[in-house]
């Protein structure tokens, strides 16, 4: 409470009462029980204020509500407007304004109550044009623009009503922004709050297309920018930044258009915030105005479309019954174009997260009728070779069968086993074009088109899909590499012609040497062979038909030793790297931007002093890269496959570095909308020269790390405006060298083959029954392996074959989203642990059958795609009717989990790997209808609902046994959105209690003992194996594991069920970089108001000379104490405590004297 009431009032009952149902109303005031039922004291202020009575009266009332409203929090004007307080003091202004000569004395703190309420009120404007007071408003300022605190009110008045389109809009018909743009001066030191109320209701005036149009036609943008600069020029102290601050606020609002973008660029807003920017470096008092002209400038830069012929994929394929048909993305996604040209639209995921949630308790709880007839199940049999396997290798101890026909090595893979390694058989191709392009020229051999598919192509065990009497070469980059270690000198200086014999006999050299490096280290990583992954790779199908491997794939990669910390992020990082985006726009002199990598273009030239860039191998995603500046380059990713989005994966080879030189890499078309490239994550680099070093390590490297939205667009059509840069520099270490980067650590197709191979071999098949078997053929006719591990039976007896037969099935799939690696080296985990000697994995085995799909989409693996399978579609949305020539693998997934179900042995646990761009930690997302209906706060009543809690076993159990596992971070929600994953299908149609999405992050851990620390493929087998470790928490339910009616129990188990599920939620983390300049906060404007009561008074008393320096003595903001206690002063002296007690009938307790 404050100022001159102290002494005459007692308002403490008041104060209780305008808090609405404040618990102590009663206690505290008695006497207001009996008459307040059904009229408060604030409505009897309310409805005498509207009645207009005496002046005297009025401003009694104005000035309780303004002591009332200042002493409490936001909730009490809430409730006063709830009470109609805002129509109250509406009809007060426009009693009080239409007369001929107002009253001013009344009218200035009628306007700045209306300003301190109209700005919580989200109706003001609607509420103000019903009164109209609107126009009213306006003309007030237009008769008293030569009056500055008068003006500054009806100001802050019009700011508020704009918070309604329509208003503003009704504003600006009237040319309400010419009279408010005229109050905005060149620098002076008069009137600053009047200034600022101007700019700041211009500001809010500009929340509607046709002001801003309106604006950008007269020309006012330039206008603008000059005020900055003059602003910027003259005026250093605190008040004349917040004006910068507000015609900031102006430019901000005004860009959200083109055509303001575009006026903002040609009359050189660009390089004016730039140079301006350039000053507010050099002074720390200046700072606050660095963020809003930076991000002016990123959102402002011209669009430039991404210099692509097209947005589609450089693959394509031909899908089974439409021949011709890649899907038109274009034609789908525009329907959120409109919205987008209006830019920097936040992410609103989280806050419609609780309506994607189901809550139609019948579809949480029916099981939905079988997708296919029962006819088609009984097929998927033989993917249950442990119930029909008979184990007479049991009893023959000698010589125990290979219980893996379905895999074994081919005569080819056996015959390229036994030449060991063999290098490049297509050297005459690969040596056209000239000189310093070899490194351009390697892809280029034995490509043929992919051939026309049919539906029957795409059915299984896949004849070539191109030309395969080659075998696997690497890039040439890693031949001059290799050449290199041995100590000869280059054959000549670099990319000089050879011929062909001497090209041969660099070639065996070569072989040589490879093989005399594999004898050396080759042996040392485990679970990897690289002659037998050369082998599976050969067998792999593409669709560009890649003949070169990444060297990393084929030598192989073993974790570095060491922990590998986040990556700190530098202060001010964002800015930095948007300046020097901006000065390549203004300064185009070091500018260079010449194409050095084009996928589809293996003749395209570079020149010798550029970085070499090269993926077209398997996994490999880049699809051009631009020289842009002296150690700059941009790069733009492959989109998925047939499709034209889902860019964020990446992997290619660079070369022809030079040592110790920062080389900047901005991927200029990411599309998701924030990234943990903001929060520690960095990418990885492999080295060759250090691999042959003894030190074959994936990294993670990289500084300057960055993700923001910059300027370029689509190169056709609208899809989306704007994509976003991944920027990072690189230090390389040696000159030279050949080295990878990529997204996250690569996990090939032709990986898995190879691995499965080895890990086949390294088990006892007398006490491991491994058996590799292919689900399906995919779309492009690769194989996807389904592998079977369970323990052997002890014998042939009776009890042990059934035992084996009843054993619960656990199912685990992995890598439906390609761009997912990390949960494939959490799958390797699983998998080797599974294979492993030790004794829980025997238990495990003993326990249960494992049925893993470890690739469920092999196509987009292979072919580099980040999101989808060749078919353009999200396999993992695909689950509810799976097409079964579009989408075999999932078909046939859900396929043999309906067979399970048929057959009485519905699986115990289901868990796809995801891997998780946006979120750290490892989490699961389950399935719970009783979750689900609270979160969405249904009023379904859940009381008498049955749940059987077993869903939260398993993430509980890792919460203690996973150092990368958060519990915390894991829900069991069942979205609309997500109604077609794996997670909730299986969990609703096959009745999985515990059906699991695992969410793997690419970035690292902020718990635990890997706090701080990214994950790298360590960490990522430990959560593979930690994962089989809480399996065993199932089994202590199992008291009676080897019971017979261990089947029918889990079967009832499964039924008393009711549980739900979802998928991938939007990013936690705040978006680190503001999208926009920060909006007024409401308390801003309440200090101006208050500093303009203050001012006011002063206005009374003195001649428009020296009102300026009185104003200029409170800078905005200013500490408002002296100047609530001058409010009204001449009132004080007047206003004895016998008047306002009876004023009106409201007595010192605002109760009503009735
Ligand atoms: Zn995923």
Not at 320 to 336: F, L, Q, T, Y
Request: net charge negative; with cysteine.
């Amino acid at each position: 409470m404050f100022g001159y009431g102290q002494n005459n009032f007692t308002w403490n009952g008041t104060l209780r009462e305008l808090e609405g149902s404040h618990p102590a109303t009663e206690r505290v005031r008695p006497a207001m029980t009996a008459s307040s039922s059904s009229s408060s004291g604030l409505e009897v202020l309310l409805s005498t204020l509207q009645n207009a009575g005496d002046v005297e009266s009025t401003l009694n009332i104005l000035n309780v509500l303004d002591e009332l409203l200042s002493a409490g929090t936001d909730r009490r004007i809430h409730y006063m407007i709830s009470k109609g307080g805002s129509e109250a003091l509406l009809t007060a202004l426009v009693n009080t304004g239409r007369s001929f000569s107002p009253n001013y004395t009344l009218l200035l703190p009628l306007l700045h109550l209306l300003a301190k309420v109209g700005q919580r009120d989200r109706r003001i404007g609607m509420k103000a044009e019903e009164a109209g007071a609107v126009l009213l408003t306006l003309n007030l300022l237009r008769q008293n623009v030569q009056h500055a605190s008068r003006a500054a009110a009806c100001l802050w008045v019009i700011q508020v009503f704009c918070s309604s389109v329509s208003t503003a809009n009704l504003i600006g018909e009237n040319n309400g922004l010419e009279t408010i743009y005229r109050l905005i001066p060149p620098y002076t030191t008069k009137h600053l709050y009047t200034i600022k109320a101007a700019i700041d209701a211009f500001a809010a005036l500009l929340c509607t297309k046709a002001n801003v149009c309106s604006v950008v036609s007269k020309g006012n943008i330039s206008g603008l920018l000059r005020l900055y600069e003059d602003w910027h020029s003259k005026g250093t102290q605190h008040v004349a930044i917040e004006i910068r601050h507000a015609l900031l606020r102006c430019l901000h609002k005004v860009t959200h258009s083109t055509a303001g973008k575009h006026a903002f660029v040609s009359h050189g807003g660009i390089k004016l915030l730039y140079e301006t920017t350039q000053t507010c470096l050099l002074s720390k008092s200046l700072e606050s105005l660095l963020e809003p002209s930076v991000q002016l400038m990123r959102k402002c830069l011209p669009k430039t479309p991404l210099p692509l012929t097209s947005d589609q994929s450089a693959y394509t394929f031909p899908l089974p019954g439409r021949p011709h048909a890649i899907p038109d993305m274009d034609a789908e996604a525009d329907e959120s174009g409109e919205a987008s040209d209006d830019e920097e639209a936040e992410d609103n995921q989280q806050a419609d997260y609780d309506e994607d949630l189901e809550t139609d308790l019948n579809k949480l709880r029916l099981r939905p009728d079988p997708d296919r007839p029962k006819e088609l199940l009984p097929q998927y049999s033989r993917l249950c070779p442990e119930l029909s396997h008979d184990f007479q290798e049991l009893d023959l101890s000698s010589e125990p069968e290979d219980c893996s026909t379905a895999s074994s090595f081919s005569s080819e893979e056996e015959a390229v086993l036994r030449n060991s390694f063999h290098f490049g058989s297509s050297r005459r191709d690969r040596r056209r074009s000239n000189a310093s392009s070899d490194l351009s020229t390697s892809g280029s051999h034995s490509e043929t088109e992919p051939e026309g598919h049919t539906a029957a192509d795409a059915q299984l065990e896949a004849r070539d899909f191109h030309s395969h009497s080659s075998i696997l070469s690497t890039s040439p980059s890693f031949r001059t590499i290799v050449r290199e270690a041995r100590g000869e000198a280059p054959p000549s200086h670099r990319g000089d012609e050879q011929d062909d014999d001497e090209e041969d006999a660099e070639e065996s050299h070569h072989r040589t040497m490879i093989d005399r490096l594999l004898e050396r280290h080759g042996a040392c990583i485990p679970h990897h062979e690289p002659r037998m992954y050369c082998a599976a790779a050969t067998k792999t199908k593409s669709i560009p038909g890649f003949s070169i491997l990444a060297f990393p794939d084929f030598w192989g990669h073993l974790p570095p030793p060491g922990n590998e910390p986040m990556a700190p992020r530098k202060p001010n990082i964002q800015r930095k790297k948007v300046l020097e985006d901006v000065q390549r726009f203004l300064n185009t002199d070091d500018i260079i931007n010449q194409e050095v990598f084009d996928l589809e273009d293996s003749s395209l030239q570079c020149p010798s002093d550029s970085l070499r860039f090269f993926s077209k191998f398997e996994c490999g995603n880049l699809r051009k890269a631009f020289h842009v500046r002296r150690y700059e380059y941009d790069l733009i990713l492959n989109a998925d496959a047939n499709c034209n989005q889902h860019t964020q994966w990446f992997y290619f080879e660079v070369s022809n570095m030079v040592a110790d030189v920062p080389y900047r890499f901005n991927v200029i078309n990411c599309e998701k909308s924030n990234s943990q490239f903001n929060y520690g994550m960095q990418p990885v680099l492999y080295s060759v020269r250090e691999a042959l070093e003894g030190r074959p390590h994936w990294v993670r490297t990289g500084t300057e790390i960055c993700y923001f939205r910059n300027q370029f667009c689509p190169a056709q059509g609208t899809r989306r405006t704007t994509f976003y840069t991944l920027t990072f520099t690189i230090t390389f270490k040696h000159n030279e060298d050949v080295c990878y980067l990529a997204y996250h650590y690569p996990y090939t197709y032709s990986a898995l083959k190879a691995h499965l191979k080895l890990l086949q071999k390294s088990v006892d098949p007398a006490k491991v029954f491994f058996q590799q078997q292919v689900l399906c053929g995919t779309l492009a006719g690769n194989p996807c392996p389904l592998v079977t591990i369970t323990a052997c039976p002890a014998s042939r007896s009776c009890r042990d074959m059934h035992q084996l037969r009843n054993r619960p099935c656990i199912i685990l799939t992995c890598r439906v989203h390609p761009g997912e690696s990390n949960a494939s080296w959490v799958m390797k985990g699983t998998l080797e642990f599974l294979c492993s000697s030790d004794p829980v994995a025997q238990s495990l085995r003993e326990a249960f059958v494992f049925k893993l799909i470890p690739i469920l989409n092999p196509d987009g693996v292979i072919n580099g795609t980040n999101r989808c399978d060749l078919n353009s579609e999200d396999l993992n949305r695909q689950w509810s009717k799976p097409d079964p020539v579009l989408s075999p693998t999932i078909y046939h997934s859900k396929g043999f989990l309906y067979y399970l179900k048929s057959i009485g042995r519905t699986p115990l646990v289901f868990c796809d790997y995801h891997g998780h761009s946006r979120k750290k930690n490892v989490f699961l997302y389950g399935c719970s209808v009783k979750e689900t209906l609270w979160q969405s706060g249904s009023a379904v009543n859940t009381v008498g609902l049955k749940e059987d809690p077993g869903y939260r076993t398993i993430p509980k159990t890792l919460d203690s046994l996973a150092p990368a596992f958060s519990f915390n971070s894991c829900n069991y929600l069942v979205e609309n959105s997500r109604s077609a994953t794996a997670r909730v299908v299986v969990w609703r149609e096959i009745g999985v209690l515990r059906s699991y999405t695992m969410e793997s992050t690419h970035n690292g851990c902020d718990q635990g003992i890997y706090k701080g620390l990214q994950t790298g493929t360590r960490e990522h087998q430990e959560m593979g194996m930690k994962f089989c470790h809480s399996l065993l928490s199932l089994t202590k339910d199992m008291s009676a594991l080897y019971s017979p009616n261990l089947i029918s129990r889990i079967d009832l188990d499964h039924k008393s069920h009711n549980c739900f599920e979802d998928d991938e939620p939007p990013c936690v983390e705040q978006i680190e970089y503001s999208t926009d300049c920060p909006a007024l906060k409401g308390t801003d404007l309440d200090s101006e108001v208050n500093s303009n009561m203050v001012s006011a008074d002063e206005e009374e008393d003195c001649d428009e000379g020296n009102k300026g320096t009185k104003h200029r003595r409170g800078s905005v903001g200013q500490s408002q104490q002296s100047m609530k206690s001058r409010i009204f002063p001449h009132l004080m002296k007047q206003a004895s405590t016998e008047k306002i007690n009876t004023c009106n009938s409201v007595n010192i307790n605002g109760q009503i004297m009735s």
